[in-house]
């Protein structure tokens, strides 16, 4: 058995990519999309179909770029609902990251979108940065049968919010975090004390001793040992070459985590606007990292609005 066979036993596996090919390689169960890996895949030529019906719908209804996006998003992901018998991520604009109303607006037009092709909510998981504003929108779309991804998730304030908000899911980054402390000055890591990993575990003890329904998915790993360390999590969300690398690593793994075996569990948290603040403002790498991932996903939309304005004008 190799390492991706037996991580399968333990947790449900995510591909972290828009690569089509990679996903019917690996086969995971579930599938997530950001603007950077719909902004990579889109000029890949296996897809020039996907994104020649966006650019003609986009011609011939005048769109405004922004709408050939959202398109874009939603051919991918119904060609994703194809391969995967599990759950799609698209993502709200990260440009909406701090406007709930908006946020809410935008996914009820994804997922009416997806309906109108014939591919039932409850295949698509609606991803949102967890902001505060993030939060409240996962809570009035959670009551409306809307299942969300809460992404860019950092810190224990953000995951107690989207637990309260009752989200389906939250994406906790390992990688990034890592990545802070490196950057930083912090010592060498191994998979056991990699801050990332210990982050994730923080919240899967948190959630699993509260009761907490939602969906903890690790994601952004640098390295296999981070998701060797997080074996028994809920869901794992893997980049194509790692898990690749699991594919080719032999022997079984040990579970890390399990709700049984759960020890340690941070006290319960009261949290409301102020508190959510207020802990994300006295923990600097979580406010440093969120505020970042938001501008770089923000950064490679407005990148793949461009390509399609770009496009839209050649078509004219």
């Known amino acids: 058995m190799n390492k991706l066979d037996s991580l399968r036993e ?38 020039k179909d996907l994104v020649e019906e966006a650019i003609a719908w986009g011609r011939k209804a005048g769109a405004k770029p922004g709408e050939v996006t959202d398109r874009l998003a939603v051919n991918f992901g119904a060609a994703l609902t194809k391969i995967v018998p599990g759950r799609v991520s698209t993502e709200v604009d990260a440009d909406l990251s701090f406007d709930t109303e908006a946020s809410i607006a935008k996914a009820r037009s994804l997922i009416a979108a997806y309906e109108a092709r ?7 998981l609606i991803k949102l940065a967890s902001t505060w504003e993030g939060a409240q929108a996962a809570a009035v779309l959670q009551r409306e049968g809307i299942d969300c991804n809460m992404t860019l ?3 224990l304030a953000q995951a107690v919010a989207c637990a309260d908000a009752k989200a389906f899911l939250i994406s906790p980054f390992v990688g990034r975090i890592l990545d802070w402390h490196v950057k930083n000055g912090g010592g060498t890591y191994t998979p056991e004390t990699d801050p990332g990993v210990l982050s994730v575990r923080k919240i899967y003890a948190y959630y699993k001793s509260y009761g907490v329904k939602t969906v903890v998915m690790g994601a952004s790993f640098r390295n296999t040992g981070e998701i060797e360390a997080l074996a028994g999590c809920d869901r794992l969300t893997i980049s194509p070459h790692l898990l690749e690398q699991l594919s080719q690593e ?13 020890k340690d569990a941070p006290a319960k948290i009261d949290i409301d606007e102020k508190t959510f603040r207020w802990m994300l403002n006295e923990d600097p790498m979580a406010t440093e990292k969120l505020a970042e991932g938001i501008r770089t996903f923000a950064h490679d939309l407005v990148s793949l609005r461009k390509v399609v304005d770009t496009r839209l004008a050649a078509a004219a």
């Open 10 to 47: 333990m947790s449900v596996v995510v591909a972290d990519t828009g690569d089509m090919g990679s996903i019917e390689a690996f086969k995971p169960t579930d599938s997530t999309t950001n603007p950077t890996l719909i902004l990579k895949a889109s000029q890949m030529p296996a897809y």
């Open 118 to 124: 014939g591919v039932d909510r409850k295949h698509i």
């Open 153 to 155: 998730i950092f810190s």
């Open 250 to 262: 032999e022997g079984p793994l040990e579970r890390k985590l399990s709700p049984a075996a759960v």
